[in-house]
């Protein structure tokens, strides 16, 4: 009996767990099928996006609000959508807040079927409380922390450490001398890698600063190469964007390039998110930084219960990686930091990369569970 899978990804990051996730149950049940919501990752392990999840990548209260009426139509087309296909279980990806609704809205209309989420919330950084909520319309919990499982346990909601999904990513494995022969770039140049973010919101609150920041640091070193890996989220904007910008750059495309280019660069400037993690993986010293709306900022302040954002600082519990935010996030502190970055300066990693579980493969163990918790039911 083949084996039907329902997964839904709200953003690049969780299409990116999502794609590979795919790729294990295929090689665990090759008659699988999997159907659902992904973008360009999951799409290139075979799934048909039921839409755009272009539509879905918003963070910030304020900034999901004008979205809102599109976001819920599209909730009623995924519950339309399963009860067609009928799957043996359903994983909703990251997003946590949209994935909740989603799955209250499925157990609300008499939805049976296992329900799984993937990427805990951070309930140890928002509201430990939260944790007794995850349960009413979750089935399982995969958790990419080790220390995740106990904030769940507590009130019954069965909780699996599974380990970071980056560690299998092969950010660590580009290939430098490809990259560099394919665009050109001379053994000269050091390669400046730029990554403004996955999301609209993002890119309108950091791409500008991030390309003034690159035009201070190639008017002292003409040396300098930039990079910028996109996603299929933000590429138009960000093309849009760059077509008349004379700074020497390269917009790339896809995973293994972004991997190569990170082979290849020197530093990188980054949006806080996943992606921090692919560069300490690669071993590319970086920055990175982050500016939202202020009242959504605001709102974030109050809640927030951690000194850093950025996932190796916390396990270390020092800050290992340069963080610049809100008020913070300027051209001139961003500028003086890279420019420190160039001179040399090694950010130590390995300890929390081998916390994250690096010599595991998270996907292959996530794929087992579902396929254990489908036969169970």
Known sequence: MTFKVYLIAGE????????????????????????????????????????????????????????????????????????????????????YSFSARVHKMLKKSGCNIPHVHLVAPQVWAWNKGRAKTVGHFIDHLFCLLPNEPKYFAPYGMPATFVGHPVIESGADKGDANAFREKYNISN???IVCLLPGSRSNEIKYLLNDFLQVADNLFATNPKLFFVIPTVATVRDKIEKKLKNWQTPHLIINGEKERYNAFAASSVALAASGTVSLELALAG????????MNNLTAALARRILKIKYVNLINLIMDQPVIPELLQEKCTVANMTQTIQQLLKGNSQHTDEALIKLGKGISPSEKIAESLIKLARNT
């Open 12 to 95: 690049p990051s969780g299409d990116i767990l999502g794609a590979r996730v795919i790729h294990a149950l295929k090689e665990k049940v090759p008659d699988s099928q999997v159907f659902g919501v992904g973008g360009e990752s999951m799409q290139a392990e075979g799934l048909k996006s039921l839409f755009d999840i272009k539509d879905l990548a918003v963070m910030g209260l304020f900034e999901v609000l004008p979205k809102l009426p599109k976001i819920l139509k599209h909730f009623k087309e995924i519950q339309k959508d399963i009860e067609q296909k009928k799957p043996d279980i359903i994983m909703t990806i990251d997003s």
């Open 284 to 291: 590319v010293p970086h920055l990175i930084a982050y500016r």
């Open 188 to 190: 000269d140049k050091k």
